[in-house]
């Protein structure tokens, strides 16, 4: 494919998440924004990680998993306007160092492939949350540390 076409297919891509519409209210959450495909709901609601994760499955969610660079972005634009940081999926909770992302059982996943550079890793910090200011991935304690969390369906 050349580069003219890739662009189109991006342009269009672009154009169709415009037009998706993202209830927020229909979750509760504090606001709501289509990225990459899918929605994602935003709870400006500060909690430990493993309260966020119940709170995304109890509504038919999961803590949202980042696939790129450019996603990542996207999402720091978004919360940063509200937050300066959310909790994620990507944790090693099974494998100290091995992030994987949470799926919407539980389970860990390798996908999708994305793997950001987390700093502040060590024994005890496991649970990953994204700042917004600067934008950085950094491994905290789950059960310790409050923040916002992001919710996408699975």
Known sequence: MTDAADASTEDAA???DATVE???EAYGASSAKHIAGRCAYFFNTA???TEADAA???KGLR???VASDAETNEIVA????QQNATWVGLNDQAEEGTFAWILADGGGS???AYRPEVTENGPDNDCCVLHTIPAQWAALTCDNHFRAYTCTPP
């Open 22 to 24: 993202c209830d927020a």
């Open 56 to 58: 995304c499955r109890s």
């Open 14 to 16: 672009d154009a169709a």
């Open 110 to 112: 390798s996908e999708p």
């Open 63 to 65: 803590l949202i998993a």
């Open 78 to 81: 978004w919360i940063s306007t």
């Open 47 to 49: 909690v430990i990680w």
